[in-house]
Nanobody
Framework: QVQLVESGGGLVQAGGSLRLSCAAS????????MGWFRQAPGKEREFVAG????????RYVNSVNGRFTISMDYAKNTVFLQMNSLNPEDTAVYYC?????????????????WGQGTQVTVSS
């Protein structure tokens, strides 16, 4: 079992930055991937970024490439999503997720564990 707790959401003006955190507890095998998804009102949940627990390989959705960075603090079992140059289209509830896989998947149904979500609102 893996428990995930997100933090760091909030309200920011366009062009600003936020850093989301996801603290993972419980036992996770080495071939785990940590991911961030987001869901805006009336839209489907969308993959944002993912990172391999072992090896650190990352993957991003095209719309955030160059603006968002996913990283891990292995000592604290915490994954971060640094979000820069935010725009109103980034407004959504952001979810941390974890799943057992060898490569980072963009499919939400491949992630077994989910956090409760944290709201990110970007004003224009």
């Amino acid at each position: 079992q893996v428990q995930l707790v997100e933090s760091g959401g909030g309200l920011v003006q366009a062009g600003g930055s936020l850093r989301l955190s996801c603290a993972a507890s419980g036992r996770a095998p080495s071939n785990y991937v940590m991911g961030w998804f987001r869901q805006a009102p009336g839209k489907e949940r969308e993959f944002v970024a993912g990172i391999q627990w072992s090896g650190g390989r990352t993957r991003y959705v095209n719309s955030v490439n160059g603006r968002f960075t996913i990283s891990m603090d292995y000592a604290k079992n915490t994954v971060f999503l640094q979000m820069n140059s935010l725009n109103p289209e980034d407004t959504a509830v952001y979810y941390c997720a974890a799943g057992q896989m060898w490569v980072v998947s963009t499919e939400a149904n491949e992630y077994y564990y989910w956090g409760q979500g944290t709201q990110v609102t970007v004003s224009s």
